[in-house]
């Protein structure tokens, strides 16, 4: 429910065309075009793609073919580092 959650408030307020969501882009409701200027928002947004990431790497790493055997200890050495990141910026959860 915790990954929905995050799903459908991402999907409202950065990636579908929704009045929230057009707020990200348009500078004191006037329509400019631009970065995010909702600091919160995008703080909120950046912090939850971090936590993705890690993830992300290690999804990729399970779809290579074949890697070269001297790939493996880079990839225990990103899972070790991976894990100590988890330990520290998601305590008791996963991502």
């Given at each position: ?92 959860g996963n991502p």
């Amino acid at each position: 429910n915790k990954r929905k959650e995050l799903y459908d408030l991402m999907s409202h307020v950065a990636t579908h065309a929704t009045p929230s969501g057009l707020r990200l882009a348009a500078k004191d409701g006037m329509g400019e075009i631009g970065p995010f200027y909702d600091e919160n928002k995008f703080q909120a947004w950046a912090e939850e793609a971090a936590k993705m990431a890690g993830h992300a790497g290690v999804i990729f790493s399970q779809a290579m073919k074949n890697p070269d055997r001297k790939l493996l200890p880079i990839k225990v050495a990103y899972m070790e580092k991976l894990g100590v990141w988890r330990q520290k910026y998601l305590p008791g959860g996963n991502p």
